[in-house]
């Protein structure tokens, strides 16, 4: 149960990080409205709160984060851009899931 709640929050974690840099992004370089950095800011103050909630050290929790968002910007990079992911992008997603089930979920000696 804890490595499904652990997923679970990174994802949303990832989520909430992607959308706080999308809407800039939008405004930047695709001249939308200056006030999407409003939720931007909010989604971005999301992003770090959830990170806050993992129980382990922070360092191993952004460490092993980064490998779901690399998953779930590759899901963006699809859903949203309407880019279809290459086979190497989707062996770098599962690379970098390793990883971070590897970091989060191998035992320890505590």
């Known amino acids: ?6 997923i679970a929050l990174f994802i949303i974690t990832a989520i909430a990080e992607i959308v706080g840099c999308y809407l800039p992004y939008l405004w930047l370089k695709q001249d939308k409205s200056v006030l999407l950095l409003i939720p ?12 806050s909630l993992h129980p382990e050290a922070a360092g191993r929790v952004y460490a092993a984060y980064g490998g ?3 998953f779930v910007a ?6 949203v851009d309407g880019v279809k992911p290459t086979m ?13 089930a590897i ?3 191998a035992p320890r000696n505590t």
């Open 1 to 6: 149960m804890f490595e499904l709640k652990t």
């Open 40 to 51: 931007a800011s909010a989604s971005l103050a999301l992003f770090a709160w959830l990170l």
């Open 68 to 70: 779901v968002y690399i």
């Open 74 to 79: 590759m899901l963006w990079l699809w859903g």
């Open 88 to 100: 190497w992008d989707i062996v770098g997603a599962s690379v970098a899931l390793i990883g971070m």
């Open 103 to 105: 970091i989060m979920f």
